[in-house]
């Protein structure tokens, strides 16, 4: 059913992204071919610069491709406009100046911008909405809460529910676990995929915790200087993909454990 | 956004006191006017002496007129700049918008007379004033918003803008040191700020600006709710940001620009209005805000006003002290007794 092509929500072909400026143009990296489907759990792996960042920003639309198409439920990302982008993909970005003032029911009410009148109005179904997205976060009990009083941990589910309640197909976090101790990364992770089940949104997020997203993501999407390649994260221990990943020196991958390790002969 | 009822009931007490505080300012002055009497000059009955009618119509009457929509005024650019910098200490004055607005005015009041003929009679116009003022603090805040698109560091982009308040400065001084007298003390006068030289006409023209500004203002309402995010997210809600940075400056710039104008540089308003309405409702909702804000801001003035009328007393005292003396304390008083800075 995953190959399915009417499960797939975006697709990019021949995409090249990277930066251009009064000095030229610099690429970052070319030739991606990816397509993801609905209710997948998908993580964006690769080393520090690779272009984990970049990637993200340009199939959410903030940052333009160099070349190449990024297509949204069938329609070219830049055919849409504003407002029809912003309920297609929903983000979740890390150090962002957030009003600490504003209570948790207030942030993740903000969600519902794209849908409200010109004054920006809730309607039952915007709280309909809103309470939902509290509830499959398991926020319930912050609700009242201000900002300035969340560990960051608990911010980052208010994030979460935030760009549940913008209520789109896709939803996109970039490094969405930085910050957080063991057992929040793992807690995050883990609140994703239930989420990538439950509401059958494709979600899309960058991090360095690989060991967590072989065990829970679906697929990853593994950014390599030579290429990037997205598959599941057996194929990839199998096809041997992780093992040029870092520089052999330091640390290596045990296919046995699926984990990396760190080299402790000298 | 749940306790809705509760907002609106503090909106409508801010309403009533503004009510009290405006026939009380009509009131207050160096002769103090009964309250029945301004009553009967508005509704043209007997006054109990016919020197109070001219006084409250005439006079203070459009005083508090020019009170209440400089304070709103002032206070929304202070909200608008505060949040669409995301910076606290943003607002018409620290951003240099007032100093852009006294340096259109100084090259029109001073540089008229270096130029000399017909040119002197024109300065005159209280419009020629309205319009200088607004090219002046537009182009502040236009090299200001240049720069912060460059920038993107809010705090970078305040340091700009007292740049550019420096800058303006000193060519104002430069342009004060080859005045003649007379030019350099309306000059000097003008930037005392004060409520009371307008015309009922002229009160029409600055509320025709500040209305302008206002609507601009609720135009923006909902985008600016979405800023409380930053512009990363507010992009990914739909908000055309460049659109809207436009639509905030147009806004600021005839608020503060025409207020500049008419009433000279009026510091602390903007700046302090937003932070002691955030003190009094914990709320971020700028449709709730700004409302909150007009009031607070109207509320402020009148008091400052009242102060400066010095009730009893022949003469008054320039506005724009009397706004830093009571407003500065109020402010800090505030932040230590709640110990929290809600921004």
Known sequence: MKSNAENITLKTSNLEIGYQDKKGVKSIAEKIDLEVHKSELIAVIGVNGIGKSTLLRTISGIQQALSGAVEIEGKNLNALNDLQRASQIGLVLTNQPISKNLSVFELIALGRQPYTNWLGKLSKIDIEKIENAIKLTSIESLKDRKCYELSDGQLQRVLIARAIAQDTPIIILDEPTTHLDMYHKAYVVKLLKKLAKQTNKTIIFASHEINLAIQICDKIILMHPKKTQIDTPENLISSGAFQDLFPKDLIHFDEISGAFRIKNED | MQHTGKYVSILVILGLFLVALILLNISLGSVNIPVKDIFSSIFNTEVSKETYRYIVLDYRLPKAFTAIIAGSGLAISGLLMQTMFRNPLAGPYVLGLSSGASLGVAIVIMGATL????FVALALSKW????????????????VVLASVRLRDTMAILIVGLMFASLTGAVVSILSYFSPA????????????????LSWAEVGILAIFCFLGISLAIFCIKNLNSLLLGEEYARSLGVNISQNRMLIIIATSLLAGSITAFCGPIAFIGLAVPHLIRQILPINNHLILLPAVILGGAILMLICDIVAQLPGMEFTLPINAITSLIGAPVVIWLLIRKQKFLF
């Not at chain 2, 130029?115 to 017909?118: R, Y």
């Not at chain 2, 007379?182 to 030289?197: C, E, H, K, R, T």
């Open chain 2, 182 to 197: 007379a030019q350099l003390q309306q000059y000097i006068f003008w930037s005392f700020g004060s409520l009371g030289d």
């Open chain 2, 128 to 143: 020629t004033l309205v319009i200088a003022s607004s090219l002046g603090s537009l182009m502040v805040l236009f090299a």
């Open chain 2, 115 to 118: 130029i000399g003929g017909s």
